[in-house]
């Protein structure tokens, strides 16, 4: 009887043990393995014709956005936030590579011209490059510093304070 | 007759080869069944509770697709998986691992097991005692031993019932009978 009376409170210990480890974890936060490993290589065509790759980019840093026509309303909104980051950091070495994700040829390039992208776009074919990335959905966009090393990732529409945050401290590293 | 015998052989025979190729396990392509081994152990990272295998959509599609061309490539199952863990994290595993915070999803339900069977046993056999014990007193007879009372059957304990409440008990029964 005695026993009965810690039997109850003794039970209860890991069940509130797991419930404070479950509550305490954001169920939104998607942990990427990559961040803080090498940014996985990638060599695309662009919409343009032009070869679209990181290795190309070593010594900068680069902004890979991952992106589609279909995806309403993130992708819209951030469209220009990258547009605006790309034209005002590219004189301190930022690059913005765009990746598309499952799209079509003509709805893609119709984005493009929508929002008059300047920065490298290139359609993912098979998906390859987004499964390396370990992309979810989209947008989803990771920031790679001048040594190739993959520093941040962002899931969802970027903002501009969330775009400057990111990469103002990686533009002031040394690329060697 | 005979030559048409020998074209219907011989047709019969390329079939039945043709037939015989795909469950025929060749070094080159990979059989469905490997594919499907390796995706029903990855979950869909855009859907919900539905594995690599079992999802529609085209994200699935695509890393069955990968799934297929890294072992053509000669991969082994759990290299594809490891590849797959490297991006995703050990979420993308529909198999917790043997190891760390998965293990505890293969430690717990035995346990849990082990344990409920040990104080179901102790309490059925506390049950069986108390049960019993009253009814072996009653009908202890000599030379006609009852089932043993158990060890821990204290003569004062408070829940077993006494004389009078066996009497109590028995007029009862008659009244309701």
């Known amino acids: 009887v005695r026993l009965r009376r810690w039997l109850i409170p003794l039970a209860a210990v890991p069940v509130i043990g797991l419930l404070a480890y479950g509550f305490r974890a954001n169920p939104r936060d998607v942990p990427s393995p990559l961040v803080r490993r090498p940014a996985p290589a990638f060599a695309l065509t662009g919409f343009d014709g032009a070869p679209v790759s990181l290795e190309a980019h070593r010594g900068r840093v680069v902004v890979v956005n991952f992106w589609a026509s279909w995806c309403v309303p993130a992708c819209y909104d951030e469209a220009p936030v990258l547009e605006a980051g790309w034209r005002a950091y590219r004189d301190r070495g930022l690059v913005v590579l765009g990746i598309d994700v499952q799209d079509t040829d003509p709805a893609a390039r119709a984005f493009i011209e929508r929002f008059g992208l300047s920065f490298p776009n290139a359609p993912d074919p098979g998906g390859r490059v987004s499964i390396d990335y370990g992309v979810y959905g989209v947008p989803e966009t990771f920031f790679v510093d001048r040594r190739g090393t993959i520093r941040g990732k962002h899931v969802g529409a970027l903002t501009e304070a969330a775009l400057r945050q990111a990469v103002e401290p990686l533009l002031g590293e040394p690329a060697g | ?177």
Not at chain 2, 7 to 20: E, I, M, N, R
């Open chain 2, 1 to 177: 007759v005979r030559r048409l015998l020998a074209v219907l052989l011989a047709w019969g025979l390329a079939s039945g080869l043709a037939a015989a190729q795909p469950a025929a396990p060749s070094p080159g392509p990979v059989s469905e069944e490997a594919v499907a081994e390796v995706a029903s152990r990855l979950r869909c990272v855009v859907c919900q509770n539905l594995s690599v295998q079992d999802s529609p959509s085209e994200m699935a599609r695509q890393m069955r697709d990968l799934i297929r061309e890294r072992l053509a490539r000669g991969e082994s199952r759990d290299q594809v998986l490891a590849y797959f863990e490297a991006r995703y994290g050990q979420w993308v595993l529909l198999t917790p691992k043997l190891h760390g915070f998965g293990l505890l999803a293969w430690v717990l339900p035995a346990t849990g097991l082990g344990v409920g069977a040990v104080v179901l046993a102790v309490l059925a056999r506390r049950w069986a005692r108390r049960g019993s014990a009253p009814g072996a007193a009653a009908r202890a007879a000599p030379g006609a031993p009852g089932p043993p009372a158990g060890p821990g059957q204290a003569p004062g304990d408070a829940a077993a019932p006494g004389p009078d409440d066996r009497e109590r008990v028995r007029r009862e029964l008659e009244r309701l009978g």
